[in-house]
């Protein structure tokens, strides 16, 4: 059969099913030069939007992505945000880099951080007031296995790579990582009888390290809390936690040290292009702080990486948001489980029918316990906020361990991940765009591969500059490696991780560390200080929680917030009054008492004088 016949049968097949589930109004057809599918039209509800997309995407192997345009009735779906009218100058009016990348989460800095390797130009455009103020900050900081993507697909391939990666890079970022291991609890004897086939698909994935069946005494012996539920399991040693926001930050750091450069609160509203050879090329990327010139654009863009792609005119795919909510739990849970564990289907994960790994109890690298995460299809892709109907889904994650109650949660917090409807990741050259390269739909396992997605696309990015498919951009021979490249980033002192030796000194050498600011996670004065002033600095209550921990303990910030604000205050010269939480109007404090009241002062002296008299 050849392309134009099989194209006709797919969109037969896919309008067919559309219609047996009773979506009449849905139309298919073919777009970006044949090779994708477009659904258009309407529906009523925002699941049956979700239903029409993957019955699409179920019949649609052979072409390159979905694009789900359909409008559900019954939902307002958010356009992609644009900044304010006050949010408008020229400030970056005429800059010019070699490459610009769009995103500041961990796939756009484990970017930055690569390219900047390289006697190369690298600017990171971000339209939040910080790094990883979405899904890169927002996960439960699971480094996967990479066992639970279906083989053959790119986030297996990624998964396993960046997993075997990050030994190294927390070295080099100087980060916390470890390496607990997780277990995949069976909820019936019989489950041991899918073991041969966990390990084949080990194998297909790449996974490393002595994966094996544990027997049921196996499971107790290491984990003595375990449900009494489980009939043995299946165990990853090389399941790892991190903390994704310290991840993303470092090596947004790092990237700094070595060059690059991050304008902040700034949003891509669209490109200029010029037309070369039947291919638009991007020559100017235009934001709400000037236009921006680069020989090579980056779109790391996470949820809203679908729209970005469509200004370029490239748009082969669409994005979903999946929220999925997650509950923190005290840290003295620690002491209760030491490793990752999780009681899933695993007939529907063997055989790839589900879109979620259905979330468990993960350890974390700060000693606090997670639960979750859930999975809910949301049409706001900046939805973050948390639902009664998603604390029953979390609590029932509590029965794994017998010593978890309800009372141990502290608090709630959800991310939206970048959903692609092949749910798969998209890593590739544009092919309609010659200087445009695509890190898309990096959902989960995404905080795992993106050392090895960073690899990919610096390669792809070295390609095209140095054959001359730039315009204005000669052949050139390989792009040379920076010889005053910074290969490790140097951590500010964290209190609570030093001897009582190494505290003591760092105090003699400065006092400041010795006043504790924050008493629920122990962080100190210096250390909110060293946030205000590390290469790619805090300006934000939330950036030096990101930064700090000061704020996540069990107070949630009541004991640590004012005297948070007093630093900020004091060392950059911001009125406190100005100082947001995370940008925007998210002001803590509308006005100071003390301003209020010596304005009120003079106006009752001036009243006085006005009808006394001097």
């Known amino acids: 059969m050849n392309s134009r016949n099989r194209t006709v049968k797919t969109l037969h097949i896919i309008s067919r099913e559309l219609r047996k589930k009773g979506f009449p109004k849905v139309k298919t057809e073919t777009c970006y030069d044949g090779k994708s599918i477009r659904l258009s039209g309407k529906v009523q509800t925002w699941q049956q939007k979700i239903e029409a997309g993957y019955i699409a995407a179920s019949h649609s192997q052979k072409f390159k992505g979905i694009v789900n345009d359909i409008a559900a009735e019954s939902v307002h779906e958010p356009l992609f945000p644009s900044p304010g009218s006050r949010e408008f100058d020229e400030t970056l009016d005429g800059l010019s880099y070699d490459v610009?990348?769009?995103?500041?989460g961990v796939i756009g800095c484990f970017i930055a951080r690569e390219l900047a390797?390289?006697?190369?130009?690298?600017?990171?455009?971000?339209?939040e007031t910080d790094a990883a103020m979405h899904a890169s900050g927002?996960?439960?900081?699971?480094?996967?296995?990479?066992?639970?993507?279906?083989?053959?697909?790119?986030?297996?391939?990624?998964?396993?790579?960046?997993?075997?990666?990050?030994?190294?890079?927390?070295?080099?970022?100087?980060?916390?990582?470890?390496?607990?291991?997780?277990?995949?609890?069976?909820?019936?004897?019989?489950?041991?009888?899918?073991a041969p086939v966990l390990r084949y698909r080990c194998k297909r994935n790449g996974v490393a390290g002595n994966y094996r069946y544990l027997t049921r005494m196996q499971v107790q012996n290491l984990e003595p809390h375990v449900t009494y539920r489980q009939k043995g399991g299946f165990y990853f040693p090389t399941a790892g936690i991190v903390s994704p926001f310290q991840v993303t930050i470092a090596c947004a750091e790092h990237a700094v040290q070595n060059g690059a450069v991050f304008h902040r609160s700034t949003c891509v509203t669209g490109f200029k292009s010029l037309k070369r050879k039947n291919k638009r090329q991007i020559t100017g990327i235009i934001t709400n702080h000037g236009i921006i010139s680069a020989n090579v654009v980056i779109n790391a863009a996470g949820i809203w990486a679908d729209y970005i792609?469509?200004?370029?005119?490239?748009?082969?795919?669409?994005?979903?948001?999946?929220?999925?909510?997650?509950?923190?739990?005290?840290?003295?849970?620690?002491?209760?489980?030491?490793?990752i564990m999780a009681m899933p289907s695993l007939l529907k994960t063997a055989g790839n029918h589900i879109h979620s790994k259905g979330g468990g109890i993960v350890v974390c690298i700060e000693g606090n316990t997670l639960l979750g995460p859930t999975a809910e299809e949301v049409p706001d892709r900046e939805d973050y906020s948390t639902h009664k109907n998603e604390f029953r889904k979390l609590e029932q994650h509590l029965s794994l361990n017998t010593r978890l109650k309800k009372s141990d949660i502290i608090n709630y917090y959800s991310g939206v991940r970048a959903a692609t409807w092949k749910e798969d990741f998209i890593v590739e050259k544009s092919e309609r765009v010659p200087n445009l390269v695509h890190a898309a739909g990096i959902q989960s396992p995404g905080l795992a591969s993106a050392p090895a997605i960073a690899i990919d696309i610096c390669k792809m990015v070295l390609e095209i500059l140095s054959t001359?498919?730039?315009?204005?951009?000669?052949?050139?021979?390989?792009?040379?490696?920076?010889?005053?490249?910074?290969?490790?980033?140097?951590?500010?002192?964290?209190?609570?991780?030093?001897?009582?030796?190494?505290?003591?000194?760092?105090?003699?050498?400065?006092?400041?560390?010795g006043n504790i600011i924050c008493r629920c996670e122990e962080i100190s004065e210096g250390e909110v200080r060293d946030a205000l002033h590390s290469s790619l600095p805090a300006v934000t209550i939330d950036g030096i929680k990101r930064r700090t921990r000061a704020g996540t303990g069990r107070c949630h910030g009541g004991f640590c917030l004012s005297k948070v604000l007093e630093i900020i205050s004091s060392e950059t010269g911001i009125p406190k009054s100005q100082i947001t939480r995370k940008g925007g109007d998210?002001?803590?404090?509308?006005?100071?008492?003390?301003?209020?009241?010596?304005?009120?002062?003079?106006?009752?002296?001036?009243?006085?004088e006005g009808l006394y008299g001097d």
Not at 163 to 175: G, Q, R
Not at 468 to 496: A, M, S, W, Y
Not at 586 to 607: A, G, V
């Open 586 to 608: 998210s002001r803590i404090i509308i006005r100071e008492i003390s301003q209020t009241l010596s304005s009120e002062n003079k106006k009752d002296t001036e009243e006085r």
């Open 117 to 127: 390797r390289y006697e190369l130009s690298v600017a990171v455009l971000e339209k």
């Open 309 to 339: 792609a469509g200004m370029a005119d490239d748009q082969f795919f669409s994005i979903h948001g999946r929220k999925g909510t997650d509950a923190i739990l005290d840290k003295k849970t620690s002491r209760y489980q030491k490793h």
């Open 138 to 194: 927002r996960n439960d900081g699971m480094i996967h296995p990479g066992f639970a993507p279906k083989p053959g697909t790119l986030r297996a391939k990624y998964n396993s790579k960046g997993n075997s990666m990050y030994p190294a890079i927390a070295e080099e970022l100087d980060i916390e990582y470890r390496q607990p291991g997780s277990i995949l609890l069976f909820s019936s004897s019989w489950m041991r009888l899918l």
């Open 100 to 104: 610009v990348i769009i995103g500041a």
């Open 468 to 513: 001359g498919r730039v315009e204005k951009v000669e052949k050139t021979d390989p792009i040379p490696l920076k010889q005053n490249f910074i290969p490790c980033r140097q951590h500010p002192p964290v209190l609570k991780l030093l001897s009582n030796d190494e505290k003591k000194a760092l105090i003699r050498k400065n006092p400041l560390y």
